[in-house]
């Protein structure tokens, strides 16, 4: 696999440290993980949904935490001891497991819900007032007409 070298990229760009890391750690992606199943689709303009196939799992053996843009999803069965049931097989995992999510900037979980064995965790993105287009006048010297540049919201 090539490598892409970002260094003519660090001269010119101030703060995309983070992306240029992660684009670094793409072909190192593991592919091993692969329980709990999941997807993830655009709900919206702004609003975002991972869905998790979490079957057996119940909400008090379910836990959402979303710190410094990663949202993590932990999973993990309660020990039922002195349980007398004897399987002739066992196709419905009982394992504990750890998913994480990388989230952009200004992505923020809404809220999450648990229906028919389905995990939902519903994001938005909210962009902050700083951030959005915004009109700058132009001052003409010894005029006192003003032009304006208008840009539409993205």
């Given at each position: 696999m090539r490598h892409i070298d970002f260094a003519p990229l660090y001269r010119s760009t101030?703060?995309?440290d983070r992306?240029?890391?992660?684009l670094?750690?793409?072909?190192?992606?593991d592919n091993s993980q692969t329980y709990p199943p999941y997807n993830i689709e655009r709900t919206g303009e702004n609003a975002y949904?991972?869905?998790m196939a979490v079957a057996g799992f119940d909400e008090s053996e379910l836990s959402i935490e979303s710190r410094?843009?990663?949202?993590?999803v932990k999973g993990?069965?309660?020990?039922?001891?002195?349980e007398d049931r004897e399987f002739l097989h066992r196709g419905i995992a009982k394992r504990a497991f750890e998913?994480?999510?990388q989230l952009a900037e200004?992505?923020?979980v809404k809220g999450a819900s648990l229906k028919h064995g389905l995990l939902h965790v519903d994001l938005v993105r909210i962009i902050p007032e700083a951030m959005k287009p915004r009109r700058i006048d132009i001052a003409v010297a010894g005029n006192n007409n003003a032009k304006a540049i208008e840009t539409n919201a993205a």
């Open positions: 101030v703060g995309f992306l240029f890391s992660m670094d750690n793409v072909g190192n992606v949904r991972i869905t410094e843009n990663t949202l993590s993990e069965k309660a020990e039922t001891e002195g998913r994480r999510f200004h992505v923020e």
